[in-house]
């Protein structure tokens, strides 16, 4: 479907953000999901007796299986490959669609079903599949509807968070030409409905992967609905395609992992379905595909080893970060990239992609740390936004460049800081200790344009 989506994404990210902030119904929305999200994370933290000394495992294990990728993968492709599969790997997005494209030439594919995965949209695979004449399927229930919308997904583990129920009943009425209940039942049956014939007919089922399982040859599928198991065992060939750093050495990590993963977005211990796959259909079983294809895509991720970014690689991909972000939740996923949005997405995607675009987003944050504290495997994410604003200071406007060099010098020296103490006295005599309304300089005025500054103290605290 052709991307109806109101979103430029070669405009900025304040041109794109004044979509969500001016549609007070769609803000609404976000709000009141991430803040169930949120609350669901703290709840299931409950449940574990020690859950920041589990988090403190969960780095140590990324790291360490980040410091040993070489070997991890490599034995993943050994027992991946003992178990029956293939694998291949992608230096890019163009190399993994068109060994996907070469493979669905070979075997006749008409039709696609697949399983939610971020990775598929970071290669822009429906689109590749769309242009090679083969209709793509989403068949989670909120990629579904946002494909059906054409529109990118608006958050990692929620695409069509930023939607109500009255935006689904209207999307669907129209696909169904009549007029549908505005009823949470009613709208997942349509659904269920018009995929149920997809999954039994598709020649090619596409998933992503949670997690691989090196020792193992295991893929790890975390869904809360059935529809990825359909996709992986369903249509006579299944490929997986993941991020060649999702990777893990054994289940006893995978263990790990998996008690943080559910928690930390939707507050389940364990999501519906975690699934565990390994290699074709044998001889004997009823069920499974006859193929199984493992492509692992660098696109950029190997630049980012060996770097003071390498943490972000943690990442598993659970969403916490964006659930309490005070600027996701006001300008929503859209705004940030086409992929991957919120915290994490402001550092991987200007890692991963270099362009204007993407190198503005680090400063789509208010580095309040609550992304930090969030993370379960504790990725320093508001230090790697200061990083990256510092690798492209170069690009802000000259009298930006020009007034931060001259604040950093103004404070380098405590009699210089002394003046500044002064000054902000004086500000606070003027204004008798009320809060800011309105401040005409230059770095200021779009500050106070939408919210107060704290009050000036009329003394510092040394004079006091």
């Known amino acids: 479907m052709s991307s109806t989506s109101p979103y430029d994404y070669s405009g900025t990210f304040r041109e794109r953000s004044r979509v969500s902030v001016e549609a007070p119904a769609m803000r609404s929305a976000i709000a009141v999901a991430v803040d169930n999200q949120a609350v669901g994370r703290e709840a299931g933290y409950t449940s574990l007796v020690d859950h920041?000394?589990?988090?403190?495992?969960?780095?140590?294990?990324?790291d360490h299986n980040l410091s040993h990728l070489d070997r991890h993968l490599e034995r993943l492709t050994e027992t991946w490959e003992a178990a029956g599969g293939e694998v291949f790997f992608a230096s890019d997005a163009a190399e993994a669609c068109g060994y996907v494209l070469d493979l669905a030439k070979r075997s006749e594919v008409r039709t696609a079903v697949k399983s939610k995965s971020m990775v598929t949209e970071e290669?822009?695979?429906?689109?590749?599949?769309?242009?090679?004449?083969?209709?793509?399927?989403?068949?989670?229930?909120?990629?579904?509807?946002?494909?059906?919308?054409?529109?990118?997904?608006?958050?990692?583990?929620?695409?069509?968070?930023?939607?109500?129920?009255?935006?689904?009943?209207?999307?669907?009425?129209?696909?169904?030409?009549?007029?549908?209940?505005?009823?949470?039942?009613?709208?997942?049956?349509?659904?269920r409905d018009r995929l149920r014939e997809r999954f039994l007919t598709a020649e090619m089922g596409v998933s992503g992967v949670n997690l691989a399982v090196a020792d193992e040859g295991t893929l790890t599928l975390v869904t809360n609905e059935g529809n990825g198991r359909m996709c992986v065992s369903m249509p006579r060939v299944h490929v997986a395609i993941m991020g060649m750093e999702r990777v893990v050495w054994d289940f006893d990590q995978l263990a790990v992992i998996l008690n943080l993963l559910a928690r930390s977005n939707t507050g389940q211990k364990l999501s519906q379905y975690t699934s565990l796959v390994h290699g074709p259909r044998r001889a004997g079983e009823a069920d499974g595909p006859e193929e199984t294809h493992l492509v692992i895509l660098d696109n950029g991720r190997s630049n980012i080893l060996g770097t003071r970014y390498q943490e972000a690689l943690r990442c598993i991909r659970c969403g916490a970060?964006?659930?309490?972000?005070?600027?996701?939740?006001?300008?929503?996923?859209?705004?940030?990239?086409?992929?991957?949005?919120?915290?994490?997405?402001?550092?991987?995607?200007?890692?991963?992609?270099?362009?204007?675009?993407?190198?503005?987003?680090?400063?789509?944050?208010?580095?309040?740390?609550?992304c930090t504290e969030v993370c379960p495997v504790k990725i320093p994410l508001h230090d790697l936004l200061l990083y990256l604003r510092q690798d492209h200071?170069?690009?802000?406007?000259?009298?930006?460049?020009?007034?931060?060099?001259?604040?950093?010098?103004?404070?380098?020296?405590?009699?210089?800081?002394?003046?500044?103490?002064?000054?902000?006295?004086?500000?606070?005599?003027?204004?008798?200790?009320?809060?800011?309304?309105?401040?005409?300089?230059?770095?200021?005025?779009?500050?106070?344009?939408?919210?107060?500054?704290?009050?000036?103290?009329?003394?510092?605290?040394?004079?006091?």
């Open 123 to 191: 290669i822009g695979l429906n689109r590749a599949f769309e242009d090679a004449g083969i209709e793509p399927i989403e068949t989670d229930l909120g990629q579904y509807i946002v494909q059906m919308a054409g529109e990118p997904p608006s958050h990692i583990v929620a695409p069509s968070i930023h939607k109500s129920q009255e935006d689904v009943t209207e999307l669907f009425s129209r696909i169904a030409g009549t007029r549908l209940p505005n009823d949470a039942v009613a709208l997942t049956r349509f659904a």
């Open 393 to 464: 200071a170069h690009e802000a406007a000259p009298l930006e460049r020009m007034s931060y060099r001259l604040w950093s010098r103004a404070w380098a020296t405590p009699r210089r800081f002394a003046w500044f103490r002064r000054g902000a006295a004086l500000i606070g005599s003027v204004t008798r200790g009320r809060p800011v309304r309105r401040l005409p300089l230059p770095l200021m005025n779009r500050w106070t344009k939408g919210r107060a500054l704290p009050p000036f103290p009329r003394k510092s605290k040394t004079e006091r």
């Open 52 to 62: 920041q000394g589990l988090r403190e495992v969960a780095a140590r294990i990324r």
């Open 321 to 370: 970060c964006l659930n309490v972000c005070p600027v996701f939740r006001q300008a929503g996923g859209h705004a940030y990239d086409p992929v991957y949005s919120g915290p994490i997405g402001a550092v991987i995607t200007p890692l991963l992609k270099n362009t204007q675009q993407a190198h503005e987003l680090p400063h789509a944050s208010t580095l309040c740390g609550a």
